[in-house]
């Protein structure tokens, strides 16, 4: 992460610091870990310190027991430099209290705020024993199909989306979302942090019945700034860095990285060097990198991907709701596309291989075979009427033609989605599989006038 005082060739960039994580264990701060030792006779005497967490550009974190409630919080403490800064300091304290005011399960709550025994500006939160969302996504790597690993990261996170969302109806942007700002906890708690780059009051968020926040001072330090984010995670309206532009679909797109870095394993715009991730964040080319082409990623995902992520946010999902509802639409059985297949149409050809099926919304098709030159009717498919999926679930060639009867609307499945619905490279998908196989072979024998064998014909 890029910190507010490094500056690169282009121009210098605004950037939040991740907060509250919490590795498996906490490791002491030894000179050069970027973790302040002061803090440990510094903090006000109603906590205890127990050890360091984290350290950023501003500031550093630390795990501290509350002596009157008895409860472990972390600590988040401005760092020393900057506290001389009257803008360092609001834009802390402005943190703190955009944060405390955002009540909701999957943001983490804020404690208190106060000033130590040294002078240095804090504030306390939740403490959460976990690991980060980047950490996990880093570890599973890329995901092929729907892994038990995926099914719980996209659990994760459909809870953010919840958050974000609140937040908008409380008419607050984040506008840092990202995997390492999303704490993920032992037991399944979900928390979205670092809300230091935060805009209120923004006038695109649209409005409701709940009042906004109300911060000290300047509510929004940062209009008219540089780049302003994460740079391998940013938009790029954030890239240009003008942050009255910035909407609710600024958020989409951060989730949209998010949903991206969860399929994949890495940023969408990771590069070697800062001036190399501000390039491939202007230009927003959204590719994924290649992989083994039997176990492909999840192609419905993929999709929301590249609508979240579309360049102009006038083509992206226009809310964190409507981005949700599809997610929570593709989990649960992929949404499939639709096609009008005028009457007379051969939809699939007897011999060709079968690459999809399809599901009749609207109209009637006909399926027929061919033999010794004649056509040879074999059933009439109505509304609801499945065909083709056999050819596709065996990997074979189509046993028969489908043609429509009048004007038809039809619903197309490719043999991608089947793979990842039914997991056919799994045991249960394996019975599928066999079944098809099957079922082939005996429309084959009944094809040639050869009866079937005992054992089968039940299955007639």
């Known amino acids: 992460m890029v910190d507010s005082n490094q500056s690169s060739a282009r121009r210098s960039i605004i950037s939040g ?46 795990a501290v027991r509350d002596l009157g409630l008895l409860r472990i919080a972390a600590m988040k403490v401005l760092a020393p430099n900057l506290a001389a800064s009257p803008r360092e300091v609001q834009r802390f304290i402005r943190e703190a209290q955009i944060t405390a005011q955002l009540d909701h399960p999957n943001i983490a709550p804020v404690y208190e705020i106060g000033v130590d025994r040294q002078g240095n500006r804090y504030f306390t939160m939740k403490r959460i024993e976990g690991d980060t969302l980047a950490d996990w996504s880093a570890r599973a790597g890329r995901q092929s199909g729907f892994t038990e690993s995926l099914s719980e990261m996209m659990a994760a996170y459909l809870k953010v989306c919840e958050a974000v969302a609140f937040a908008h109806s409380r008419g607050v942007l984040h506008c840092d979302i990202k995997p390492g700002n999303i704490l993920v906890g032992t037991f399944g708690q979900v928390y979205l942090v670092d809300w230091g780059l935060a805009i209120v009051g923004s006038a695109a968020v649209m409005p409701n019945e709940m009042p906004t926040l109300v911060v000290a001072g300047d509510s929004n330090l940062d209009v008219g700034g540089g780049p302003c984010g994460t740079p391998s995670f940013m938009s790029p309206e954030q890239v240009q860095g003008v942050r009255d532009r910035f909407d609710e679909r600024t958020d989409v797109f ?74 929570e639409m593709t989990l649960r059985g992929f949404p499939l596309t639709a096609e009008i297949f005028p009457a ?41 009427s499945v065909f083709g999926e056999t050819a596709v679930l065996s990997g074979g060639v189509r046993t028969a033609s489908v043609e429509a009867v009048d004007d038809v609307l039809l619903k197309v499945v490719p043999r991608q989605l089947l793979e990842e619905n039914l997991g056919l490279h799994t045991s249960f998908g394996l019975f599928v599989v066999a079944l098809a196989e099957r079922f082939k072979e005996l429309d084959k024998r009944l094809s040639d006038g050869v009866p079937p064998p005992a054992s089968e014909k039940g299955m007639q």
Do not use: W
């Open 17 to 62: 610091d991740q907060v509250t994580r919490v590795p498996g264990r906490a490791k002491d701060g030894p000179p050069g870990t970027g973790v302040d030792p002061t803090s440990r006779e510094s903090v006000p005497d109603r906590y205890q310190y127990l050890a360091p967490i984290s350290a950023g550009g501003m500031g550093s974190v630390h």
């Open 254 to 327: 951060g989730l949209g990285t998010v949903l991206y870095n969860i399929l994949t394993g890495v940023p969408p715009f990771d590069a070697e060097d800062l001036t190399a991730c501000l390039d491939r964040a202007t230009a927003c080319v959204v590719t994924f990198p290649p992989g083994d082409p039997t176990a492909p990623l999840p192609i419905g995902l993929c999709r929301i991907v590249k609508r979240a992520m579309a360049r102009d946010p006038n083509d992206r999902y226009q809310t964190v709701l409507e981005l949700k509802k599809d997610v």
């Open 344 to 384: 007379g149409t051969q939809i699939v050809v007897e011999g060709d291989p079968g690459d999809c099926a399809y599901i009749i919304v609207r109209g009637t098709c006909v399926a027929y075979k061919t033999a010794d030159g004649q056509r040879v009717v074999l059933r009439e498919l109505g509304p609801g």
